[in-house]
């Protein structure tokens, strides 16, 4: 691996525009080339970025040898293909969350990546946070005793139109995939996998999810409480009740602007979060890192967990009847 690591994007949308103004802040980072299939916006992007190389297909950009790893921040509906196309091209991935559509696709992109030897991992940007792994440590240190419960939520108010990727089943349309993933990720990273789940939603219009509550029980004893809206905005947070105390993630939950630690009898203490860039910075240095060890998965954001994520997922959407039009394939 070459002392620069060499990036290409996939899908200049919005996301991507702040992952390649992250890139800046990477030290061992260098934005190569960037792919679309609308050949003036590719141009446009690396006008912007000062990317030496546009291509105006997925496929070229694929295919293009002078790349290390590519960036995939199309919508999810397509980041199957997406991500087979780059493996069939030798290419390593950092794929926006959701992974995939459903396990399956996710188990067999993995099982493609192992066999090839190309280093694959999940964008969750949040897990990366150094505010979470503050959170962990409080928790794992006992700081408000045993954790009994948890609750996370995230939700906004989106326009209705049909065709909306956020509304349209074609593009893996729902407030699961799009939002619902972040307080179900953060709960996975630190309670585990549940034992049981109950899960009710409102399917709209098209027929995908726009409000959607779950609840996880444990074994032991514990629960968890999630909730995602694509209909009305909620107080984006994370909040975590324990035998002497309580933790608060404060909002915006995809963004955390620091911690709220209040043990019982005793005054609140704040913790202030601290950022670099638009936050996306951190994976990107775990990818560099991972990369330049000969690794091919993150220990942070394990081929495992995002399976268990997706699988969670899919248990949730059967309890609703939810399928996509591409999962009939």
Known sequence: MPSKIRWGILGPGAI????????????????????????????????????????????????FEELDVIYIATPHSRHYEDMLLCLEFNKHILCEKSFTINAR????????????????MEAMWTRF????????????????????????????????????????????????????????????????????LTTLAYLGQTNVDELASVIFKYQDGRMA???????SHTPSDAVFMGTEGVIRLLPPLYRPTGISLKKAGQQEQLIKAEWEGNGYLYEAREVGRCLKQGKLESAIMPHEDTIIIMELMDSIRAQWGLTYPMEAR
């Open 16 to 63: 991507a525009h702040s992952f390649a103004e992250d890139l800046k802040r990477v030290e061992d980072a260098q934005l190569v080339a960037v792919g679309s299939r609308d050949a003036q916006r590719a141009r446009r992007f690396a006008q912007k970025f000062d990317i030496p190389h546009a291509f105006d297909s997925y496929q070229a950009l694929a295919r």
């Open 105 to 120: 696709q996710a188990k067999e992109v993995l099982r493609i990546a192992r066999q090839k030897k190309l280093f694959v």
């Open 129 to 196: 946070l150094p505010v979470i792994f503050k959170l962990r440590q409080l928790l794992q240190a006992g700081e408000i005793g045993r954790l009994i419960m948890m609750t996370a939520d995230l939700g906004f108010n989106f326009p209705f139109h049909p065709e909306h990727r956020v509304f349209n089943p074609h593009l893996g349309g729902g407030a699961l995939l799009d939002v619902g993933i972040y307080p179900l990720s953060l709960c996975h990273y630190l309670m585990g996998v549940p034992d049981e």
């Open 225 to 231: 409480n999630l909730y995602a809206s694509l209909r």
